[in-house]
Every structure is written in C-alpha cells, then in structure tokens.
C-alpha cells in the first residue's frame, strides 16, 4: 500500500478486475489488464456530496475513493457548484464549504490521492489520485471579480463564469437573451488569465464562448463536460463553429455522459461514442477528452429532487445515466466500447488521459 510502484500497478490494474478468471463470452467487456488505461475527467460534482456528508468520518474515502479508483481514475477535476437555493447569499458560503471538502478529502487520504495545482503534481501522481480544484459560475465571487485570488490560493485552477444562469459576469447557456461577457466578467476574464487559470467555457452562452476566445488570447481553454450539437440537438453541447473554434485555440472538449447530451432517446455507450467520433473528426483525435458529469450518485446523496433550470427534457429524471456508465467504477465499459469502435494505442489514450495532461501540463502554473 506505501509503495508507490504497488500504488501504481494498483490503479493501471483495478483492483475489482478478476484477471485470471476466463471471459464470459458476450458478457465480458472488461479491458485485459495490459490495455486498463488512467482515465482524466475533467468534471465531477463530488465535493456537494462532500458537503452533504461533512459530519461522516473520511467521506471521500468511503464514498468516493473506491468508485474513482475501480474506474482507473487517475485525475479528477473537482468543481465547485452552487445550486439555486443557495443563490445568492450562500453562493460564497456553499462554494467556500465546498473548497475546505476538497481539502478533508486530501487530508484523509494522503496515501491515496495527490493535489494538482501545478504542472509539477502531474508527475507525483504516482498510481495516486490527483485531485484539481475547479470552479463551475462564478457565483462564489458574488459581484468582485478580485475575490478569485482567495480561490486562487485555495487551488482552484479552472474555472467557468457561469452554470446555465446569467450573473454578474456574463450569460450562461439557458438564457433567452443569449448575452456575453458583463464588464464585471471582462475584469474577471482579465484577471483569471493574469493569474493564469484555465478557462472552461462549459455552460457557457454562445456570446460568452466567442467574448471569452477574443479576450484571453494566451489563456489556456477547454470545455470540461458537453457534445456535439450535431450528434444530439441542446444547448448543452457545442455547435460546429464552436467545436472548431476550441480547437483552432488548443482546447480539449470533454465528451460528457449523461442523456441530456449524449441522447435522451437513446442513452447508451454507442451514442455516447458516436460523439467522440463526430468531434475527432471535425476537430482531430487531439481535442478529445472525457468530462463525465456523473451525477446519479451524487444526486441521490443530496436527496434526488429536480436540479430547477437544468434544460432536461420533459420526463428526464435529474439521476437519469447512460446505460452501463453510472459512475467512475463503470469506465471499463467505456474504455471497452472505444476499443469496439476502433480506438486503440495513441489514439485510446489520448482521449482518455493524454489530450487533458497536456492541456494541464500546459495551463497549469509550472510548480
Ligand atoms: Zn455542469
């Protein structure tokens, strides 16, 4: 357990995989052992579950630690979300509640996991899992864009102006008005790539994407969690201009993989692959990562009411998950289905792993 290169074998080879039991024929999607690839995911709502467990003994480790480390999980961008009712008095509160979560998850697990706050963490991952601080709306800030310094200091090193809502610095998605960038936002926007933080434009209104792009010319950009317009029709996902523009701009998307995005009518892996296929053709296999959104579990832990404004259609539930990928523990099923589909070697990794260290090797400060 202490020894780092144990630590390592552990996660290429989850611990939960029977090796040397035979396949069972048509049931067996498992990847052999040689091909358990590290899996980065750029969005996981974990921390608000956190909070909600804050009284339990080492909730991260019992709760969580085990699902990222069956999957192969070697990185997890952690967001901080603020939901409607904590709008807006306890948007700073919930978003700090949810900062000193990530820290207790570090904390108590300081064998197992990593905090990724520099370039340099990258390669003290050691078979641990890195865990990175992000910010999903800037609600936290209230109305003073200089508040992201203190986050800054607290290791948040992504961040998305906006959820699907407008607020002080620009419009999300699910506004009608389809705004941009406020000039609070502009000052945020400036001050987010003075610092050098990674912008995420998921959630973002199509203005906001296009103001962010042309304000911060030499930030680092990626959209964490969304697909392709053109595979399943939402403002969720991204047109084509979008997509072209992420990647004209070295960003990465994060294939998302939850019905919303992937396709309400038919929630399954294959669906959630042919956006992988459609995005690494428009844009090349380079873009291409996994931002997952898994959220039944963390739904379920917060009570399992409707998440209010999150563009779901009529009859969604809000727990709703792709079919075989209902948590982080169920990424074999992934990986085995982009194995099914062609992607092997390189091109495999890339899209699970390789595309995001980069942008994360790139984007984060060096230390
Ligand atoms: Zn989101």
Do not use: K
Not at 14 to 20: G, I, R, S, Y
Not at 105 to 127: F, I, N
Request: hydrophobic residues 40%; negative net charge.
């Amino acid at each position: 357990m202490g020894d780092p290169a144990r630590r390592r074998l552990r996660l290429l080879r989850p611990a939960d995989t029977d090796l040397d039991r035979p396949a069972r024929a048509g049931l067996d999607r498992r990847v052999p052992r040689e091909a358990a690839p590290l899996i980065v995911d750029a969005h996981n709502d974990l921390l608000a579950e956190l909070v909600q467990r804050r009284e339990e003994e080492r909730p991260f480790e019992r709760h969580w630690l085990p699902e990222l480390e069956a999957g192969g999980v070697g990185l997890q961008v952690c967001p901080t979300f603020i939901p409607l009712e904590h709008l807006h008095e306890g948007a700073l509160h919930r978003g700090l509640l949810q900062a000193a979560a990530f820290h207790r998850a570090l904390r108590d697990c300081p064998e197992r996991t990593v905090w990724v706050r520099g370039g340099g963490d990258l390669d003290r991952l050691d078979g641990r899992v890195g865990l990175m601080l992000s910010m999903e709306g800037a609600e936290p800030l209230g109305w003073d864009p200089g508040l992201i310094d203190a986050f800054w200091e607290l290791g948040v090193r992504m961040v998305s102006l906006t959820w699907n809502r407008r607020n002080a610095f620009a419009d999300g998605l699910g506004e009608p008005e389809g705004g941009g960038l406020s000039r609070l936002g502009e000052q945020l926007v400036d001050r987010l790539a003075a610092l050098g933080a990674m912008l995420d434009l998921a959630h973002a209104s199509e203005r906001t994407f296009f103001d962010v792009l042309d304000r911060a010319p030499q930030a680092t950009i990626l959209v964490s969690h969304a697909g392709c317009r053109s595979v399943c029709w939402t403002p969720r996902n991204l047109s084509d201009e979008q997509l072209r523009a992420l990647a004209e701009r070295g960003g990465v998307l994060g294939i998302m993989a939850l019905p919303l995005t992937v396709d309400p009518d038919a929630p399954t892996l294959d669906r959630l692959i042919d956006h992988v296929d459609y995005a690494v053709e428009l844009i090349g296999i380079d873009h291409v990562g996994l931002g997952a959104d898994f959220i039944r579990q963390v739904h379920r832990a917060l009570g399992g009411g409707p998440i209010r404004d999150a563009l779901l259609p009529p009859g969604m539930q809000s727990d709703a998950c792709i079919e075989e990928l209902e948590g982080p523990r169920d990424y074999p099923n992934l990986v085995a289905a982009l194995v099914r589909r062609g992607y092997e070697g390189e091109r495999l990794d890339a899209i699970l792993a390789g595309n995001f260290l980069r942008l994360f090797r790139n984007g984060l400060p060096a230390a």
